[in-house]
């Protein structure tokens, strides 16, 4: 069947269409008095969770919860870590901070509640662990930003800057919440553990649509929970248009554009979902019970291009790390489903794509904003073996 496929509304004019742009909608109905995301009293769990989301609606102050478990277990970790170029920028980040400010930035690996603490809200919502980058002064910043570069491949540290982009526009273009918004004030660094080419440590770098959490263990890394997205998905900066989700969400939309009717009526989910499942407080180790259409029952066509959707998230990381995860996730590919639900077009109002395999689990959905006219985007990579570098967070 024919989709409404690469219909993206041109980059508007914020002011000529709301004379009041907040955050967008599923974000700022967070709890904003909330002064802490470890300080949840919501006891919502994947049977009875409100919304239909297990662990209660994405990031979202009172809803977000933390599940008390040991991090630091023998995850299936990726293989072809540059652990060495990592330590070396972490290392000279923290040689610019006094020792205040690396108070602020080091936290113990053991710390397990504080190195779950990720969001998509704005950091003003669900505050961060860390130091916001607007902190740091002289070389600080310019080596935080060296160490996040280190840590992923050209093309993720690109997401990153458009993400902090839109991120821009939003304050930019907001009549509110303009504190809550910005590539500086809106972004966090925090480090755990010492820095070491043979222990554990991580680096977490996030804010408002974005989280990175990376997980070293000598030469091997743990890339996930990874959760990026964008509001608006299209902007302009100058006379230049910027889509930051552009590959992730052409190459996912091209796997469900390529399905045949038989095809789609076994991938499509019964029910509403309303945003991603997965995202920051579920912890527990539990994801949903597969369903949708197998890979191994499409074309030799078709499952290339659910590696090339896979390949567009697992490839933010670093060359190394990103090969040794894809190799895995190759392997795995006729045990692996794709599945949507409410619609698979491009604009459609709650439009939500999964990947889901043995290990990978992609999410991405058009959520409803506040700050546009439009929809925007919520994607969640995570690795059911190895978030946080943990074989089982829920043991």
């Known amino acids: ?77 990726a293989s072809g870590a540059n652990t060495t170029e990592v330590v070396a920028a972490a290392t000279a980040f923290l040689a610019t901070l006094d020792t205040s400010t690396a108070g602020k930035v080091s936290y113990d690996f053991a710390d397990s509640e504080s190195r779950q603490t990720w969001s998509n809200y704005p950091a003003q919502q669900v505050p961060r662990k860390g130091i916001a980058l607007s902190e740091l002064d002289g070389d600080a910043k310019p080596a935080a930003m060296a160490l996040v570069k280190t840590m992923l491949s050209a093309q993720g540290y690109a997401q ?36 070491s080419a043979t222990g554990s440590f991580m680096v977490q770098f996030g804010g408002h649509h974005l989280a990175r959490n990376y997980t070293y263990k000598g030469a091997t890394v743990s890339i996930t929970p990874d959760f990026t997205g964008t509001e608006p998905k299209s902007f302009t900066i100058g006379s230049t248009a910027v889509e930051p989700m552009k590959e992730k969400a052409d190459t996912l939309f091209d796997v469900f554009d390529s399905l045949r009717d038989d095809q789609e009526a076994k991938a499509k989910l019964s029910g509403t979902i309303d945003d991603i499942l997965m995202g920051p407080g579920v912890d527990s180790g539990k994801f949903p019970a597969t369903q949708g259409v197998a890979v191994s029952d499409l074309s ?35 045990q692996t489903h794709v599945a949507f639900a409410n619609s698979d077009t491009v604009d459609g109002e709650s439009t939500y794509l999964r990947i889901d395999g043995p290990r990978v689990w992609i999410e991405l959905v058009n959520t409803r904003s506040r700050s546009t006219p439009n929809v925007h985007y919520h994607g969640v990579y995570r690795d059911k073996t190895d978030d946080y570098g943990s074989t089982n967070p829920s043991a």
């Open 160 to 195: 990153v800057q458009t993400i902090q982009q839109a991120d821009d526009w939003l304050r930019a273009n907001s009549a509110s919440g303009t504190d809550s918004f910005g590539s500086d004030s809106d972004y966090y660094i925090a480090i755990y553990g010492k820095p």
């Open 300 to 334: 030799a066509e078709q499952r290339t291009l659910v590696l090339d959707a896979i390949a567009a998230w697992v490839n933010d990381a670093s060359p190394g790390a990103a090969a040794s995860l894809m190799k895995t996730y190759t392997a795995q590919l006729s």
């Open 1 to 77: 069947m024919t989709k409404l496929r690469r219909t993206i509304v041109a980059p508007i004019a914020a002011a000529a269409l709301f004379s009041a742009v907040t955050a967008c909608g599923s974000d700022s109905d967070a709890d904003t008095s909330s002064t802490s995301a470890s300080t949840s009293t919501s006891t919502a769990g994947p049977s009875g969770a409100p919304n239909g989301f297990p662990g209660g609606a994405p990031g979202g102050g009172g809803l977000q919860t933390f599940t008390a478990v040991d991090l630091d277990t023998d995850g299936a970790n």
